[in-house]
């Protein structure tokens, strides 16, 4: 079974600055997905960023990048200009090709003004 | 955009209720999933379905059932609760069997057992 690592269980980040989140994984896969999902306070889960293992570009979206490291089996979360609205629980996710998806225990981030 | 409901948000039960977790989606996703969330644990996929009446585990299927009836609902049914069931619970669905769907999440259910 995949199984996905989040080694920072909590992170603190002034605002406007830059934080970095980690994630790894282990599979015996070759072709995947990878996800981060944002969980802010009582409110619903939503995608941040998605990873298609056979690209080699790193996604980007505005403030938000990854680092994919596919050898390293390394995903690791960017948030640039960091604001107040991006505290939340952070979950990387990995899915193969049959469609189940499995997720890290989850990096709480905070944003400080 | 697609919405995933879940009925209840917050409930509250005895030990060895029967206790039932409903979704539904309004988009005509063919795959749902019932994960639970505890701290320190992240999402653990319970049960997931691809068409009706079509059931696979995830990993944490024991004292849980489901049932999908309907191409729209997925219900979770805890036949008799227990204390450890204690847990936020994420229905959740996505688009086609394969390829990078992005699973689209309801508000949760908060489920207390006493």
């Known amino acids: 079974a995949q199984t996905v690592t989040q080694s920072q269980p909590e992170m603190s980040v002034q605002e406007a600055e830059t934080v970095t989140l980690s994630c790894t994984y282990d599979?015996?896969?070759?072709?995947?997905?990878l996800f981060w999902y944002k969980q802010p306070p009582s409110r619903q889960m939503i995608l941040v960023i998605r990873?298609?293992?056979?690209?080699?570009q790193n996604a980007t979206e505005n403030r938000f990048s990854v680092n994919f490291q596919k050898a390293a089996k390394s995903f690791s979360l960017k948030i640039s200009d960091s604001q107040l609205g991006d505290t939340a629980m952070y979950f990387c996710?990995?899915?193969?090709?049959?469609?189940?998806?499995?997720f890290g225990a989850g990096t709480r981030l905070t944003v400080k003004p | 955009d697609v919405k995933v409901t879940q009925s209840s948000r917050y409930l509250v039960k005895r030990t060895g209720e029967k206790v039932f977790l409903e979704c539904v989606q309004d988009?005509?996703?063919?795959?749902m999933f019932w994960y639970r969330q505890d701290p320190g644990l992240g999402l653990r996929l319970i049960y997931f379905?691809?068409?009706?009446?079509?059931?696979e585990k995830g990993d944490i299927p024991e004292g849980y059932s489901v049932s999908r009836e309907k191409k729209e609902r997925f219900s979770l049914i805890l036949e008799s609760a227990s204390t450890n069931q204690t847990s936020m619970y994420l229905c959740?669905?996505?688009?086609?069997?394969?390829?990078?769907?992005?699973?689209?999440f309801g508000a949760g259910s908060r489920l207390t057992v006493l």
């Open positions: 996710a990995f899915m193969k090709l049959g469609n189940d998806m499995r």
């Open positions: 599979t015996s896969e070759n072709n995947y997905y």
């Open positions: 990873q298609e293992a056979y690209k080699q």
């Open positions: 379905s691809y068409d009706v009446k079509m059931k």
């Open positions: 988009m005509d996703h063919e795959n």
């Open positions: 959740a669905s996505s688009l086609f069997r394969f390829g990078a769907n992005v699973l689209t």
